[in-house]
């Protein structure tokens, strides 16, 4: 067990939807970080949240966004959903440091 | 962030040691190796880190070579429940980046 916890472990829905995923980091760390996998695309980093403020972004489309609130909990919401959305979501969080980040068991997101 | 080279797979016989090699050649002086692997479609998970000291925890060994071009990341007795994909990253330490996944190294652990 990681600490993170994510949820909802699967969610199934329409294209042109609207879902939010959610994720407790571990206790204490005020980094949390998403990424997406896809089968043809591997684990690509999405966007950085460190204390309730965005620190990085990465290949996040438009139509993702992200929010780190004051808890330290972070939702990701995906809007106007495609079918090549379907993939596993993953939250990760660290502590400040050079130690290692921490990941959920992962949002599996299928479009149909 | 530097750039990490690994084999596609690698076998391994249950209860040997799996070593599983990674080449930095461009790696910064700041930069640390950091070792994740994912296990089927889990979350991946933390193994091991370092910076140019040979390190070791509970779950596995990390040698880097003195030039720090490459390292070798070593599970002393690997069973069944190692098989999963292994990533070698390098990233600048004490940094809050994210991580740079490559394809990693296929890593079956056969009986």
């Known amino acids: 067990d990681s600490g993170v916890t994510q949820t909802p472990k699967h969610l199934i829905t329409a294209t042109g939807q609207r879902v939010t995923l959610r994720c407790s980091p571990r206790s204490g760390d005020l980094s949390v970080y998403w990424y997406q996998q896809s089968l043809d695309q591997g684990l690509q980093f999405l966007i950085q949240?460190?204390?309730?403020?965005?620190?990085a972004k990465g290949n996040i489309l438009e139509r993702f966004s992200a929010q780190q609130f004051p808890d330290l909990h972070s939702e990701l919401n995906l809007s106007s959903l495609e079918l090549g959305d379907s993939a596993l979501y993953f939250c990760?969080?660290?502590?400040?440091?050079?130690?290692?980040?921490?990941f959920g068991q992962g949002t599996r997101l299928t479009v149909v | 962030d530097a750039k990490t080279t690994q084999p596609t797979s690698m076998d391994c016989a249950e209860g040997r040691a799996a070593n599983l090699p990674c080449n930095h050649s461009?790696?910064?002086?700041?930069?640390?190796v950091y070792w994740y692997r994912q296990i089927h479609s889990q979350g991946p998970q933390y193994i091991i880190h370092g910076l140019k000291n040979n390190e070791t925890n509970e779950m596995a060994s990390l040698i880097i070579t003195e030039d720090r071009k490459s390292s070798t990341l070593i599970l002393p007795h690997a069973t069944l429940r190692d098989t999963a994909v292994y990533y070698c990253?390098?990233?600048?330490?004490?940094?809050?980046?994210?991580?740079?996944f490559g394809k990693g190294t296929k890593l079956s652990v056969k009986p």
């Open positions: 990253i390098v990233r600048p330490g004490g940094s809050q980046g994210n991580l740079i």
């Open positions: 990760a969080s660290s502590a400040p440091g050079q130690g290692g980040s921490f």
């Open positions: 949240y460190y204390n309730g403020e965005e620190r």
């Open positions: 461009t790696i910064s002086g700041n930069e640390y």
